[in-house]
């Protein structure tokens, strides 16, 4: 076997920079090591091949390959593990895995997500309406308001009440206390998984996440208490889904698919949305085009229309391109031996497209540091040159989701105010947990636009 080239200073040395700066890290790898190298990240993992190659990327994501396989308990979704438990669809291989894909993603499937706008645009207007005039404020915080509420409403179907206040807090504060590359060697070093108390980090994130169980476990048994079979939201269609064998999830299962979905689709998406505003108000043109093309929808624009908008698309796809947000596929594995690009891997070799890599390749995307939404109008990208949301057999189960809801947000408040950036600091991207987001996004709102062109006030009959 030879595995690709890599870095060859100590493992440890390698998973702290990886930790501390993951772009970084893969920006020097790739600088000096081309499109696919190797990285013995620490004792406890296994050496992990880091793939930017297309061709590559294909031969491994896609999903008729008989070539590799996307197992839940390697080392990257064994991290997730402590909050998703062992049922997640995360942390699940083969076909256990394939049973809880086929469950759950019927809820989410495009044409769905419409039920979801009204919605969207309604908890959109509760939040920014507290915005005043002349205040600076944290994007991050608004649209993780924002995206918490949407994901709790249309995930769970909770609306107002002590067990949805205390689930809002209880999560935001979860979120919190595993954002810090500090928090975040807690997952990739078991030894610092110390319960040491309700002060220690360890022995808080142990007793938040028992608080929430007991909350979600609660959720499932009301709901199981009492049928009602006009409820739409995902929690009521995942609880009278079946498999194959006709069996229904048990309560174990449904706790981990919530938090799976609560976990992997509130951060996401409220990054997006924030590193969206910030480039929208960094850059006056794109501002500008965007307006322009937000005012020519009418007074009640349906959600399919919003969904439509050229400009809004490759604005959101830009987005995701330059820093994505998951910086990495998950795992593959190769199953039986076989050549990659000129490489002779072994069985057991692990695999991860750096989707951050592919991304930023001059190639594909010619200045690939500069925010040109203009990239995806004039050409379309493979799924293996362009995958913020991933491929083949693990490929996110809420991109439409999250497509749907980042489009409906920013025209909601692009339409309504007139902002700018509150500072000129430069802004960058972090990890954050185990995903990156930007520092920090601070906006300050200089007023309301005009009346006449304050449209998405969406039209419930299409939503
Ligand atoms: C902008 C927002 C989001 C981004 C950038 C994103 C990105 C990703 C990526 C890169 C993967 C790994 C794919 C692979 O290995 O091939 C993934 C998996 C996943 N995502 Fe998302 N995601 C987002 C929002 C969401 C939302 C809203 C949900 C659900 C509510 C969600 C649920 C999931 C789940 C369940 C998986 C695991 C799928 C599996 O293991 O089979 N994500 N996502």
């Known amino acids: 076997m030879t595995l690709p080239n890599g870095?060859?200073?100590?493992?440890?040395?390698?998973?702290?920079?990886?930790?501390?700066?993951?772009?970084?890290?893969?920006?020097?790898?790739?600088?000096?090591?081309?499109?696919?190298?190797?990285?013995?990240?620490?004792?406890?993992?296994?050496?992990?091949?880091?793939?930017?190659?297309?061709?590559?990327?294909?031969?491994?994501?896609?999903?008729?390959?008989?070539?590799?396989?996307?197992?839940?308990?390697?080392?990257?979704?064994?991290?997730?593990?402590?909050?998703?438990?062992?049922h997640s669809v995360i942390t699940l291989s083969g076909d256990r895995h394939r049973r809880q894909r086929q469950l759950l993603m019927p809820p989410f499937h495009g044409e769905r997500m419409r039920?979801?706008?009204?919605?969207?645009?309604?908890?959109?207007?509760?939040?920014?309406?507290?915005?005043?005039?002349?205040?600076?404020?944290?994007?991050?915080?608004s649209m993780q308001a924002i995206s918490l509420r949407v994901i709790l409403?249309?995930?769970?179907?909770?609306?107002?009440?002590?067990?949805?206040?205390?689930?809002?807090?209880?999560?935001?504060?979860?979120l919190n206390v595993t954002s810090s590359p500090l928090s975040v060697s807690m997952l990739y070093f078991p030894i610092l998984r110390q319960d040491l108390g309700p002060l220690s980090p360890w022995g808080r994130f142990i007793r938040q996440k028992q608080q929430i169980d007991q909350l979600l476990y609660a959720e499932i048994q009301e709901r199981r208490d009492q049928l009602d079979s006009s409820r739409t939201d995902i929690l009521a269609l995942l609880m009278c889904a079946r498999d194959q064998a006709d069996e229904l999830m048990t309560d174990v299962e449904l706790r981990d698919e919530l938090m799976t979905l609560l976990l992997a689709g509130?951060?996401?998406?409220?990054?997006?949305?924030?590193?969206?505003?910030?480039?929208?108000?960094?850059?006056?043109?794109?501002?500008?085009?965007?307006?322009?093309?937000?005012?020519?929808?009418?007074?009640?624009?349906?959600?399919?229309?919003?969904?439509?908008?050229?400009?809004?698309?490759?604005?959101?796809?830009?987005?995701?391109?330059?820093?994505?947000?998951?910086?990495?596929?998950?795992?593959?594995?190769?199953?039986?031996?076989?050549?990659?690009?000129?490489?002779?891997?072994?069985?057991?070799?692990?695999?991860?497209?750096?989707?951050?890599?592919?991304?930023?390749?001059?190639?594909v995307y010619p200045e690939p540091k500069q925010?040109?939404?203009?990239?995806?109008?004039?050409?379309?990208?493979?799924?293996?040159?362009?995958?913020?949301?991933?491929?083949?057999?693990?490929?996110?189960?809420?991109?439409?989701?999250?497509?749907?809801e980042m489009k409906i947000v920013l025209a909601k408040i692009l339409s309504r105010f007139e902002m700018a950036l509150a500072d000129n600091r430069p802004v960058r991207p972090l990890r954050r947990g185990l995903v990156s987001a930007p520092s920090s996004v601070r906006l300050v709102l200089n007023g309301q636009r005009s009346e006449s062109s304050q449209k998405p006030q969406l039209s419930s009959s299409n939503v």
Not at 44 to 72: H, R, T, W, Y
Not at 115 to 131: R, V
Not at 373 to 401: D, K, N, T, V
């Open 115 to 141: 039920t979801y706008g009204e919605l969207i645009s309604n908890i959109t207007e509760q939040i920014i309406s507290q915005w005043k005039i002349g205040q600076p404020f944290a994007v991050r915080d």
């Open 266 to 363: 509130h951060e996401t998406t409220a990054t997006a949305i924030t590193w969206a505003l910030y480039w929208i108000h960094k850059l006056p043109k794109v501002r500008d085009k965007l307006l322009q093309e937000l005012d020519c929808l009418g007074d009640h624009p349906e959600a399919s229309a919003i969904l439509r908008l050229p400009y809004l698309n490759a604005v959101c796809s830009e987005t995701l391109r330059i820093y994505p947000i998951g910086m990495l596929t998950f795992p593959r594995v190769v199953k039986s031996p076989c050549e990659l690009i000129g490489y002779q891997l072994d069985p057991g070799t692990v695999l991860i497209g750096s989707i951050y890599l592919t991304h930023q390749r001059e190639d």
């Open 153 to 174: 409403r249309a995930v769970f179907g909770l609306t107002e009440g002590p067990r949805y206040q205390q689930l809002e807090e209880l999560l935001n504060s979860l």
């Open 7 to 86: 870095p060859q200073t100590l493992p440890l040395l390698q998973m702290l920079h990886w930790i501390a700066r993951p772009f970084s890290f893969m920006d020097a790898c790739a600088r000096k090591y081309g499109d696919i190298f190797t990285v013995p990240l620490s004792k406890n993992f296994a050496p992990v091949v880091f793939v930017s190659n297309p061709q590559a990327l294909q031969q491994i994501l896609s999903s008729d390959s008989k070539e590799f396989d996307a197992p839940g308990d390697t080392s990257l979704n064994q991290l997730f593990q402590p909050f998703l438990g062992e």
């Open 371 to 404: 925010f040109k939404p203009e990239r995806f109008l004039e050409r379309q990208f493979s799924p293996y040159e362009y995958l913020p949301f991933g491929a083949g057999s693990r490929r996110c189960i809420g991109m439409a989701f999250a497509q749907f």
